[in-house]
């Protein structure tokens, strides 16, 4: 869900102020103020990108308001308006810092222009902030962010393995970074121009994944129309990375161990042996050898792949990375859904070290990402943001954990009901974009909403 910019017209005319909003509303959200004070009131309860505001108000004339809007906010742009006679006013505006002005009379197209502008350099300068924070901050190695001793060892090893064409087997739950560690060793290397060609052999339904892999040629089975170029073909003079290399079929594990042998691929539906020069780096989240030991998996590709072993921590294994991860993850969204959540409180930093992350950094970049689409102000993350599943497995002993089951559930209930209704008013009451980002079904969605007695409301 993309979230719309906000602009805050402040004019004393309500003619003026309509029309701005009907030129406006179809790409930004407008907010609207009919004098100086009652702006500056606006701006210090609503995150503004932008301000429009007329030069010749009573009381407080446009100078002034702009004088106090940078005394509050340096970075806030802002857009005088004024008639043709005041342009002298608007120019000393540009003096005090403003970004642009415009006369009136004035062409829709021409505050579309300067609005789309001002908001395009509002966003490069966030960009800029964030990769600015992000190289101060955070201690890291080819986009992975760590300061754990394991990790930092694994960083190493990815430079000395780069320019080596050795195969590698990179094991660690899901969620932990797997592909991040393949890209970075790709990129290390003698093979960084080549292609990075990613195959997750769970996700691909097992009767087409030999196609998928090796590619066919037109007429080789039904439904084959034309001939198909597969991965390994792909990634020639690149990197071949086999995620969830464990659910591969006994049958294609031969065939893989034959490429990685002979280095030459064939076709279904051909004879013709294709030469490939390609790296394969492997990964899993299952511990091969107990799968050898049991057949599952062929022990002299397993010996082929692990030529290189690489073990990735969880992250439980690695808090002293949560604050970092944490922090990278909140510019990250701050940036993506143009809001400026200043950090986290002790509070609610204190429950993310403890909780024992199952879905490790993927877990923690979704529960960064819901909690600041959910949220409604600029102020820190507070204890009560964090969703009541990951308060309870926290590990922290409180008053609250010594609820009756009956309050116990209806403390979830609440929860639950809270959660969806904020999630309705983010998205505008749109029930496939709310069910996208709860991750339930639609109809789930409005079972829940009739069960906590949600009345759905018609989209604006």
Not at 41 to 61: A, F, G, I, S
Not at 137 to 162: C, H, P, W, Y
Not at 230 to 236: D, L, R, T
Not at 347 to 366: C, D, F, Q, S, T
Request: hydrophobic letters at 40%; glycine letters at 6%.
């Amino acid at each position: 869900m993309e979230i719309k910019p906000t602009i805050l017209v402040v004019d004393d005319e309500l003619g003026a102020r309509q029309s701005l909003e009907v030129i406006l509303e179809d790409d930004y959200r407008v907010l609207s103020a009919e004098s100086g004070r009652e702006a500056l009131e606006v701006l210090q309860r609503e995150l503004v990108d932008l301000v429009l505001l007329d030069v010749n108000m009573p009381e407080m004339d446009g100078l002034e308001v702009l004088r106090r809007i940078r005394e509050q906010d340096e970075a806030l742009d802002v857009i005088m308006v004024s008639a043709l006679n005041l342009a002298r006013k608007a120019v000393d505006a540009i003096r005090l810092g403003a970004y642009d002005y415009i006369t009136k009379p004035y062409e829709p197209e021409d505050i579309l222009s300067t609005v789309h502008r001002a908001i395009s350099k509002q966003k490069l300068h966030r960009e800029l902030d964030f990769l600015r924070r992000e190289v101060e901050t955070v201690r890291g190695f080819d986009q992975i962010i760590s300061q754990n001793k394991a990790m930092l060892e694994i960083f190493e090893l990815v430079k000395k393995v780069g320019y080596a064409s050795t195969n590698i087997l990179i094991i660690g739950e899901s969620g932990t970074g797997k592909e991040l560690i393949a890209r970075a060793i790709h990129r290390q290397g003698s093979r960084k121009n080549g292609p990075f060609v990613a195959v997750n052999c769970a996700a691909i339904p097992p009767e087409l994944m030999e196609s998928e892999m090796f590619g066919h040629e037109k007429g080789a089975f039904t439904g084959a129309h034309t001939r198909t170029i597969g991965k390994f073909e792909y990634a020639n003079g690149g990197t071949l990375f086999l995620d969830e290399i464990s659910a591969l079929r006994s049958d294609l594990q031969a065939k893989l161990l034959r490429v990685l042998q002979e280095r030459e691929i064939e076709r279904i539906g051909s004879n013709k042996p294709i030469k490939v020069d390609i790296r394969v780096i492997s990964a899993t989240n299952t511990n091969l050898e107990d799968s050898v030991l049991s057949g599952k998996f062929r022990q002299d590709l397993f010996f082929r792949l692990n030529v290189v072993p690489i073990s990735i921590p969880p992250l439980r294994e690695r808090r002293e990375d949560i604050p970092l991860l944490a922090k990278h993850f909140l510019n990250k969204f701050n940036l993506s859904f143009n809001k400026r959540i200043s950090g986290f409180s002790d509070k609610a930093m204190g429950v993310l070290l403890r909780y024992h992350w199952p879905g490790n950094i993927r877990e923690l970049e979704n529960l960064i990402e819901r909690i600041i689409v959910l949220s409604k102000g600029n102020d820190p993350i507070e204890l009560e943001d964090i969703p009541l599943e990951i308060l309870m497995s926290s590990g922290k002993t409180t008053k609250d954990d010594k609820l009756s089951k009956a309050g116990l559930i209806k403390t979830r209930e609440e929860f639950e009901k809270r959660l969806i209704l904020n999630v309705l008013e983010a998205t505008r009451w749109n029930q496939t974009e709310a069910a996208k980002i709860l991750k339930i079904s639609r109809i789930y969605l409005i079972q829940k909403a009739k069960q906590f007695g949600i009345l759905m409301k018609k989209m604006d």
